[in-house]
């Protein structure tokens, strides 16, 4: 009888434990990784390693390449002009002091195992026949997203003027301030925001206290709630969408 009752104790405590497959899919994803330094710095191209740590961005503005790594290895010289291949690679290939310097960025999804942010590049530096690996990321689709942006549809229906300044719901992006201005359509609003070319993060938000009567207070509520959670987003001409699980929450258009 007492084997009996150990057993079924067993068999409860392990219907309880949670399967340990099920525990990772739970797992949120980190965070975007933040830019702001580099976009502030004007750079373009960033990527880095580890074993040895080390990175390397290209600043067109400025017209040059660094690179840091550990030892003598640490340079910074005038960009070259960067090869694009057609199936998306970049390159550069570049004279250094006693050698040669051979850097491609090649389009791929890039796990950094270290901040387990994910980067649309691997990379490849050969630098006097020294090896480096990593992940890299373009900022440019960054610097794209800073820029003011007025809601036209949520949640797959057109979105019309509201609140008492019959104003559509607007969003001002800054990345290299880490700030997002703008209004609900109703109250003013402003907060932090992170972004890289995968997801977009608000918050927290902090709103103005107008009172938003009808259904430009119910509207706010809803829109502030879907901002409140990491977001994917797509952006090109001169539109930006934002998704959740691929299904898109909210669109918006560029303010001329």
Same mark, same amino acid.
Not at 68 to 86: C, V
Not at 146 to 166: C, H, M, Y
């Given at each position: 009888m007492r084997t009996i009752l150990f057993g079924l104790l067993l068999l409860t405590a392990a219907c309880r434990r949670p399967s340990t497959r099920f525990a990772s899919m739970l797992?949120?994803?980190?965070?975007?990784?933040? !830019?702001?330094? !580099?976009?502030?710095?004007?750079?373009? @191209?960033? +990527?880095?390693?580890?074993?040895?740590?080390?990175?390397?961005?290209?600043?067109?503005?400025?017209?040059? @390449? &660094?690179?840091? +790594?550990?030892?003598?290895?640490?340079?910074?010289?005038? +960009?070259?002009? &960067?090869q694009n291949d057609s199936d998306g690679v970049l390159r550069y290939n570049i004279p250094v002091d006693a050698g040669h310097m051979n850097v491609l960025f090649r389009p791929d999804s890039c796990v950094d195992k270290k901040t387990g942010y994910r980067l649309d590049y691997r990379v490849e530096i050969d630098l006097r026949g020294k090896n480096y690996v990593g992940c890299g990321v373009s900022l440019r689709q960054l610097t794209t997203l800073q820029d003011i942006w007025v809601l036209t549809e949520f949640q797959g229906k057109p979105v019309s003027a509201g609140g008492p300044r019959n104003e559509l719901p607007r969003l001002e992006i800054s990345l290299t301030e880490g700030r997002v201005t703008g209004t609900t359509g109703c109250n003013q609003l402003s907060g932090e925001i992170t972004a890289d070319t995968h997801q977009i993060l608000f918050g927290p938000l902090i709103t103005t206290k107008m009172a938003c009567m009808g259904t430009a207070g119910e509207f706010e509520k809803t829109f502030l709630n879907a901002l409140a959670t990491p977001l994917t987003y797509q952006i090109g001409q001169g539109k930006l969408m934002m998704l959740r699980s691929g299904t898109s929450i909210m669109a918006f258009k560029k303010v001329d």
């Amino acid at each position: 009888m007492r084997t009996i009752l150990f057993g079924l104790l067993l068999l409860t405590a392990a219907c309880r434990r949670p399967s340990t497959r099920f525990a990772s899919m739970l797992t949120p994803a980190p965070p975007p990784a933040d !830019y702001s330094q !580099y976009l502030k710095s004007g750079d373009e @191209l960033v +990527a880095f390693g580890n074993d040895p740590a080390w990175t390397l961005t290209v600043n067109p503005s400025k017209g040059t @390449l &660094r690179f840091k +790594a550990p030892g003598k290895d640490s340079l910074e010289i005038t +960009a070259p002009e &960067r090869q694009n291949d057609s199936d998306g690679v970049l390159r550069y290939n570049i004279p250094v002091d006693a050698g040669h310097m051979n850097v491609l960025f090649r389009p791929d999804s890039c796990v950094d195992k270290k901040t387990g942010y994910r980067l649309d590049y691997r990379v490849e530096i050969d630098l006097r026949g020294k090896n480096y690996v990593g992940c890299g990321v373009s900022l440019r689709q960054l610097t794209t997203l800073q820029d003011i942006w007025v809601l036209t549809e949520f949640q797959g229906k057109p979105v019309s003027a509201g609140g008492p300044r019959n104003e559509l719901p607007r969003l001002e992006i800054s990345l290299t301030e880490g700030r997002v201005t703008g209004t609900t359509g109703c109250n003013q609003l402003s907060g932090e925001i992170t972004a890289d070319t995968h997801q977009i993060l608000f918050g927290p938000l902090i709103t103005t206290k107008m009172a938003c009567m009808g259904t430009a207070g119910e509207f706010e509520k809803t829109f502030l709630n879907a901002l409140a959670t990491p977001l994917t987003y797509q952006i090109g001409q001169g539109k930006l969408m934002m998704l959740r699980s691929g299904t898109s929450i909210m669109a918006f258009k560029k303010v001329d």
